[in-house]
């Protein structure tokens, strides 16, 4: 055998040893899987629990309330008396009832303005059948726009909501109001 050939057969055994001590490595030590983090809803409650919400965005403020106990039915209160759109309602609580956020991380107080939420771009007051009522704070989207980030009763914990939220709460008044009532207003 020539020089050049031994040489190619025991690279080639030793990639064959170390591809082989490899393979068996991942089976004794296998790699970790990241665990899957099971977050909660952003409010543990039933729908039926919310009574009324406000929403403060672009410096507008809209209020609404709930018709009955048992009914799904609800209708502004301000900045006008008007039955509202059932679908857009139902959207919204949907989301704050059933939506679990894609991550959530803590951060100091002073930290709060990288994300928006020293002065939040929206925020929603829930008001529950108990007397309790919480607080959703939206700041800044992230780099690609498709999350929020969100703060719920001001604590330092960031949660990070898709931006379908943003979507559900900044409507122009109109949109919010039943067809019925556009005409009325519109009349």
């Known amino acids: 055998m020539t020089g050049l050939q031994r040489r190619t057969i025991v690279c080639l055994l030793t990639a064959i040893f170390c591809g082989g001590l490899a393979i068996a490595l991942s089976h004794i030590f296998p790699t970790p899987v990241a665990e899957s983090v099971d977050f909660h ?3 543990s409650i039933a729908e039926m629990q919310l009574i009324g919400f406000t929403i403060f965005v672009q410096g507008e403020t809209l209020d609404f309330e709930r018709q ?4 799904s039915s609800w209708r502004m209160v301000t900045p006008q008396t008007a039955p509202v759109s059932r679908v857009k309602i139902q959207h919204l609580i ?4 059933s939506h679990r956020p894609s991550k959530s991380f803590m951060v100091a107080s002073e930290n709060l303005v990288d994300y928006g939420l020293d002065a939040p771009f929206a925020s929603v007051i829930l008001k529950f059948n108990d007397g309790s009522v919480h607080r959703l704070a939206f700041g800044h989207n992230n780099y690609d726009q498709s999350k929020v980030y969100a703060r719920v009763d001001g604590t330092l914990e960031v949660r990070v909501l898709s931006s ?4 559900a709460v900044n409507r122009e008044l109109y949109e919010w109001l039943e067809t019925e009532a556009i005409a009325e ?3």
Do not use: R
């Open 41 to 43: 809803p952003l409010f």
């Open 94 to 97: 949907s989301l704050l009832t």
């Open 68 to 71: 009955g106990t048992l009914d």
């Open 164 to 167: 379908t939220f943003l979507e």
């Open 185 to 187: 207003i519109v009349i």
